[in-house]
Every structure is written in C-alpha cells, then in structure tokens.
C-alpha cells in the first residue's frame, strides 16, 4: 500500500459536516444571492448572518465547486459567532453562471471579496475559508491582492502540478473519479462516493491496458477539461499560471494560517505554498502552521483514528473554534489563538502530543544515513530481506526486480482490499519477488522521526523508462506495519521535472527521491523500519509502459518488461537518509 491509498487524493471534502451547532435560531438565511463579477458574469452565494445585525461585521466567505448545501453546518457556526458568512459556488457550478473551468478561481475570488467589503452588512474587512480545492482558491485569491482581504486560512491547499492532478509528473487514475463528481452543475456525491464502483473501473481499465488518455471514454464521461490537462504532462508554463509567482508570494502581507495532515494528500500542496511564502516574504511573513495526524478530510474535521491508525484525543481539535478565535485576532482585536503557542505546531503520533517550535527547519534536529545492502543479491522477500545500517556495507552484488506492465496481478490483489488501512500489509507479504524490500535492526531505544526523509538510491533499468515507488513503513515488536511515508519518480524526469530525459543505457544511475510527504512518529525500542522500492501501483496510477513513448497515450502494445537493478557497492552507496525529531517542546 502507498501513501495516497491511505487519504482521498482529490480535491473534495465530502461529509466533513461540523458537530449540530446550538442556538440555530439566532442566523438570519438567504438563499440565492447573486453576487456580479468584473466580466458579468454572476456566482450564486448562500447567505449566514447573525440575527438581528445592527452593525456592519467581518466577512468569511468560502469559494467551492462543491454546492453550497455541503457547508451548511459551518455558515450556522460562523453567523452565530458574529460573522457573516457565504458559501459561494464557482462559476458554472450549483447556481453560478458561467462555464467551471477547473482549478482557475483567481480573478472570481478577487471580486467576491471586493463586492462584499461594499455590502452594508461587512465592515471591510474580509476572510476566506475553506480546505482541498477551497484552500487552492484562497491563495489564487491572495495573489491578486484584493484591497479588502484581512486574512486566509488554507486547509489541505491542493496546488497545481505539485499534488494535483499530477504529482511528479505521475497522473492518477483517481482524477477522473474527481471530474465525474464536478460534472455539470449538480454534486455527484452518490457517483464520486461509491469507492467499490471507481475500484472495480479502474481494475478493468488496467486489464485493458487502454491508454491513460481514454480513461474518460472509457468510464462514460468524456471531458474536455481532463484531455486539456493531460496535453500538459509535465511542469510548464500553463501550470506554472495556476500557482502565485515569487513576486505575488513576496507581496501577500496578511496573516496565513495553513492547516495540513500527515496523511492529507494535498499536504505536497499545503506545504509547498508554506515554503515559497515564507522564501519570498523572509521574517515579513506572517505564517503559522499545523500538521495533524490527519488524512484529507479531517483536516477540517478531525477524528480519533485514521484510516486505520488509533491518534490520541489531544489531536481531535476543534478546527472551527480555532478558526473563530484565528478570525478574531485577525479581524477583531482579539487574543492570539490559545492552541498556536508557537510558528509551526505538529503532532507527533505514538507519543501522542503536539510539539511546537518557531521554525520548520527546527523540527528535525539530525539525519541518519541508513545504508542499503543485502546478502546473495536477496531483497525480494519481506522474510529474507536486504538491510539498512547505519554502516557503510562492503562490498555486495545489485539486487533486482523484474516488472512486466502487462502483469496485472497486483492491480488485481489491491482491488480486493476493500477500504483504505495505514497498518495493510497484504500487498508486501504477497509481493511475489515484485519489490525490493530492507529492513533496519530493531531499534534499541524509543526514537522519534520527524521530518523528511530522503533516498539516495542507484539504479540501472534496461529500458528508456520506467516508474519508482519509494514507501517506508515502522513494523512494530508484533510485527504490526504502519505507513509511514512514501515518494514516487518517473525515471526521465531524474533531473528536472521540466525536462525529460530518456535513460540511455543499463549503467548504473543515482536516482534522488526528493519528495517524501512529511512523518513524525514516535517509535517504540524494538521497531525496525521497512523500505520498499518497486513499481508505482498500477490499479490507481497511470501506468508507464516502459517505450519511453507519450505515457498518457501508450497501450499495451507498447509494453516492455524493465529489469531494475539497484546497486549498494562502494562507488554506488545507496542511502536512507532518516530525519530524528528535535528535543520536545514541554509546553
């Protein structure tokens, strides 16, 4: 299992409903408010306010393409907290005119926000909230600088290119699950819901061996919207317009509050807009974060256990207070929240706390180089494994695994595993010679990983393409497995995701696997950790058939079985780099 399976890599929150509010009797409603843009055209807005408003208050809106009806419980919340606040649907979505044109809300968001500050009901001074395709639209928004808005507070951000569609250039048969459910203007969430339905289509697709560019065809839902973005398969210019400019980051001066999870998909987008604000803003910027225990959706709505995976009550919060009391330091005078003690919040599970520290780069005190190796060229086998040390190896054959992308075995298996489980390790067990599998010593004292890891690993396939999975999993003293992190790399993008590159021969190549989702996990003495590197998982990615062909359009018929050699001597160290936590903060 990858690190995707394990969270809802689109850009929906689905059934992330509040707890019931009390006092409902104190919103004043207004449905089907028309709200005009700069070229006509008019978004339909469901409208919260607190009864009997006397004077003019601070605004919320959120920007959605999933009809407003979703975030009824929260406009409740907010109107009765002394906000107004408006669930506005994009254009060409629920009420809006307008023809949806997925994942471009810039401008809109910019003239929402000005045409309120102009409502005699808002004092001026305007917020945005929202998570997934919501925490996108509010950063598209920012960069536009609309004079009125105070402050944003991005949830699970998804950001074009980094996470969504596409991440590392590796497309998701998922997507299309996704623009089924933003299909005309109704919301598809019986459609988009049903997990078995989009399993058992992909599982057939893949036996197909169609190309990834039919899908839409072949799913009965042709879209213009998905054939434009897979005709830009790799980062450039058109996506490079999704996403604010350095120069746009370096001027968005209000406070930011970003929220992601640890297992939230969109968590490459959420931290990745964190980053480039903070590179262009430096000490100007006003940016606090938290990273929860949390998969997609809970990064709205938190829950005691994920996918699988049992957190501690502490990690429940209540994310609508939070936003309140946020909305009041920023837009009402009030006290800085209680819960952001520090710049950056984290919760590290297994010690089940949050640990607080002033900067990111603070939470990792130390990497430790965990050396590959492996005994007879045997890494194949969960029970007979190559090994990480912390020791330089000597010298030791290449291991290998063959992958045949016509082989739909694996594909098959996955599709049997029901719902999504951090602690699965059926599809290890059961790998079949098809993955190469190291495993640390036991550890000899608790330790807590926080942080990145990172791979260092070389490689030789005798193919012009392939693609590589990197998942890292603790398996605990009862042999328990749980996810951990994962990164993926297509092999002609080994150095520039811009840039492709066809592999020209067999020799032995370093590839960098730079892009592991952030971890922090306490590890208790006699854990080991399992490093797993195969092939991306074919039942929901797009699958790469070797040719060194356009991937979205290759078949079957163009297959080619790769042999992957990764190399562990001594001109070819391969490495795990493991990040160690920082000394806790006892606050």
């Given amino acids: 299992m990858k690190l995707w399976q394990a969270i809802v890599p689109l850009l929906v929150c689905l059934c992330a409903s509040a707890a019931e509010p009390e006092g409902r009797d104190r919103v004043d409603w207004h449905w089907g408010v028309r709200i005009p843009l700069s070229d006509g055209v008019h978004l339909n807005a469901t409208l919260y306010r607190p009864v009997g408003q006397q004077q003019p208050v601070p605004c ?10 979703n975030y009824h419980d929260r406009g409740m919340y907010f109107a009765q ?65 609309p004079p009125h808005l105070a402050t944003i507070v991005p949830a699970a951000a998804a950001m074009p290119s980094v996470d969504t569609p596409l991440a590392d250039n590796i497309w998701s048969l998922d ?36 190309p990834y560019a039919q899908f839409d065809s072949y799913l009965g839902n042709p879209s213009a ?17 999704h996403n604010p400019t350095q120069a746009q980051f370096a001027a968005i001066d209000i406070p930011v509050l970003t929220i992601t999870g640890q297992y939230d998909g969109d968590q490459g ?6 980053r480039r604000h903070l590179a262009a803003r430096g000490a100007q910027a006003r940016h606090f974060l938290i990273i929860g225990p949390w998969d997609h959706a809970q990064t709205r709505t938190p829950q005691s256990e994920v996918d699988g995976l049992k957190v501690g009550e502490a990690s429940v ?79 030791s054959p290449p291991d290998q695994y063959i992958y045949d992308p016509l082989d739909n075995s694996a594909a098959e298996m996955e599709a049997g595993f029901g719902s999504t489980n951090l602690r699965e ?14 495993h640390t010593p036991a550890l000899t004292q608790d330790q807590e990983v ?64 730079d892009h592991f989702s952030f971890v922090a996990r306490r590890m208790v003495k006699g854990s080991r950790l399992r490093l797993v590197i195969g092939p991306t998982d074919p039942l929901h990615m797009q699958r790469n058939y070797n040719s060194g062909g356009d991937v979205a359009h290759e078949s079957g018929k163009d297959a080619r079985t790769v042999t992957v050699k990764l190399f562990h001597d001594e001109n070819h160290r391969s490495v795990l780099s493991m990040p160690l936590g920082a000394t806790p903060d006892e606050h």
């Fill in 60 to 69: 919320v809106f959120t920007l959605t393409p999933y009809v407003s009806d």
């Fill in 81 to 145: 907290h002394d906000y107004v606040f408006l669930i506005v649907d994009v254009r060409g979505r629920g009420n809006s005119e307008g023809k949806f044109h997925p994942l471009w809300e810039a401008s809109d968001g910019r003239d929402v926000v000005e045409w309120l500050a102009r409502q005699p009901y808002c004092n001026g001074k305007i917020a945005m909230w929202g998570g997934s395709y919501a925490g996108m639209d509010q950063w598209q928004t920012a960069s536009k600088h």
């Fill in 175 to 210: 997507e299309m699950q996704w623009f089924t459910l933003v299909t005309g203007r109704a919301f598809q969430g019986k459609i988009y819901g049903d997990d078995e339905f989009w399993s058992e289509r992909s599982l057939r697709h893949s036996e197909a061996h169609l």
């Fill in 225 to 241: 919207d998905f054939q434009e973005q897979i005709s830009h398969p790799q980062q450039d210019a058109y996506w490079d317009a």
């Fill in 269 to 274: 987008g959420a931290l990745e807009y964190y």
């Fill in 317 to 395: 919060l209540d994310l609508n207070d939070l936003h309140r009391q946020w909305y009041d330091w920023t837009m009402k005078s009030g006290a800085r929240p209680t819960f952001l003690k520090k710049a950056v919040a984290w919760y590290v599970t297994g010690a089940e706390r949050w640990r607080y520290t002033d900067s990111f780069e603070q939470i990792t005190s130390a990497t430790v180089p965990l050396y590959l190796n492996s005994q007879d060229s045997a890494a194949n086998d969960p029970f007979h494994s190559g090994t990480l040390d912390k020791q330089a190896p000597p010298a």
């Fill in 425 to 438: 390790q059926r599809d290890i067990l059961q790998s079949n010679g098809r993955v190469l599998i190291y």
């Fill in 450 to 513: 926080s942080g990145f890891f990172n791979l260092r690993v070389w490689l030789s396939i005798n193919q012009p393409d392939t693609d590589f999975a990197a998942t890292v999993y603790e398996i605990a003293p009862d042999g328990q497995s749980l996810l951990l992190t994962s990164a993926q790399l297509r092999a002609r993008y080994r150095q520039s995701l811009r840039s492709p590159k066809l592999v020209p021969n067999a020799d032995p190549i370093e590839y960098r696997f």
